[in-house]
């Protein structure tokens, strides 16, 4: 990262530095409004621990002699607890957006951007919010800030048509992709796709099946297959991960597509009927047949196909995998996450869907690839592009929470599925062939992205002017058991 440095901003650098060298080990939890990526950037810089931003207010851990120098510089900190633990704390999205009685339920109710809480909540309480409908993102205990520039693969990866990347496209089966949503969502010691399964996160037999299920299909193929395995409240869980290795020097490199396969049902029965069809069989379709397809080929970047646990209970397993991969340093060059493809009102049948791509030009570079290739094959979707106001809540904010550049692929939240978390998500409620066309799409841009040969800018990731490295609060972005709490 490179700043202008003014004489002031020196000044000023020195002087919060300054409070790092007593830095006691309580940590508050505060917010501070910002303005702009910059500004946010900077603030990171001065050793601000960020654990979360929105589009003008951002939450933050931080000690008295921080919090006064912020102020100091000019910054509005508003203190929220005076004792955090980032164990407990979630985002909060109530739906309807002005719903906030569900939130008298926890501990802690703090306000922190327009319609949007931060609470203080254990994980039973938090699956209570779950529950009455109320979207939940679990806080890590810090953040990366994305770079600044496209990586130079995103902008390669535009390219023009190509016939070999057509006939993977034209291999997409519509077939193979509803026999995986009715796996997914039928209960198996019934008959074949009925509509009584569960894969409600905490349902652990039944989420086991589903990841056994997904296993076995990617082993078929030939792909080596991990279980990612974590524990959350007590409860095992575990995210499928295949890999397609990439061939030759830039084998490093690698792109994610990725769809969480837990669900939920608002209804009391969840542990035995959750049959999340479009919330997200259908996503994990998708990724199980990008990976049929792009498994018969070699490319020189790696592939990896990856289903999430614990999306639902505040996006839990794939913070857990993006934490890691962090922590082992992997390449991710970007990562398409997709989460309900496949629901449409008929009429009107407009085949308009979302891509969520946030303030990220890495991020939004991807998007734009996405959308050239919809265009580019043909496919039947109209796609949005979304960047200042994409949604957080969903497996593609983890990654972008450890600076990697991420999307998220959705059908179109205004006209929003009326079986949302209910015992009706089924197959039944669906529009496959928003699905089918989807997978097309990531097919079609994974394969182009893959293929790219060269070397290019590496994912960048946050670090420290070098001048203040050595006067940074002891906690900054590290997995240590120096930590206040203990990482994600
Ligand atoms: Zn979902």
Known sequence: MRFVWSLATILLLAALSGMALGASTEFCLVTIPYEGLEQLRQLASWGLQIINYQGNVLAALSCDGQIERLRQAGFQVTVLDWAADTRLYYVTYPSPADDFAPLSAVEAAYPYARDVHIVRATSAQAEALAMRGVEIVKLPNCVILPGRQPTMADLQARLAHSPGVQAMVDAVSPTLLVHHVCKLQDDDSLDYCNEFGTRYSYATAKLNEAAQYLYDEYATLGLSVTCDAFVYNSKPMTNVVAELSGV?????????ICAHYDSISWDSDRYKIAPGADDNASGSAAVLEAARILSQYQFPRTLRFVNFAGE???LIGSAHYAGEAFRRGDLIDGVINL???GYESVPPNDHIVEIHAGIDPASIALAETLIDNISEYGLLLVPQNITETAVKCGDHASFWNRGYAAILGIEDLDDFNPHYHSRNDTLANMQTQMM????KACVA?????????NETTPTPTWAAPPILRRYLPIVLCKWTSSNPTRGP
């Open 445 to 453: 841009t994974l394969a182009e992205l893959a293929s790219m040969p």
């Open 248 to 256: 030759g020097p830039v084998s490093n490199h690698i792109y994610i």
């Open 436 to 439: 089918v066309e989807y997978t």
């Open 339 to 341: 989460d309900m493809i």
């Open 312 to 314: 639902e209970l505040g």
